[in-house]
């Protein structure tokens, strides 16, 4: 049983480490982007990447609140990229 924690453990953190890897690599396109589409795609990602964090440090935790706010990341993060697009492509987000 000690053993399955352990790799549990290290799981974990081989996937926290890469979420934020892969966090720092959105900020730097979304920051670099040379395109208005390129930055969405990047604030899209990184919600998703934040999305991951928050499962991972629920898991990690043994909390369930923190699923639930992953369920209100992923509502809000949905909604703000499709007005964000619309935005950008009409110039209007409610017509």
Request: aromatic share 6%; proline share 2%.
């Amino acid at each position: 049983m000690m053993f399955a924690t352990q790799l549990m453990n290290i799981a974990l953190s081989i996937a926290f480490v890469t979420l934020a890897l892969a966090q720092i690599m959105s900020m730097a396109r979304l920051v670099m982007g040379p395109t208005p589409g390129d930055r969405i795609l990047a604030l899209d990602t990184m919600v998703i990447n934040a999305l991951g964090l928050v499962v991972l440090l629920g898991i990690h935790q043994g909390v369930q609140i923190y699923f639930e706010v992953s369920l209100l990341i992923a509502m809000l993060g949905f909604v703000s990229t499709v007005a964000l697009a619309r935005f950008i492509l009409r110039g209007d987000i409610i017509e």
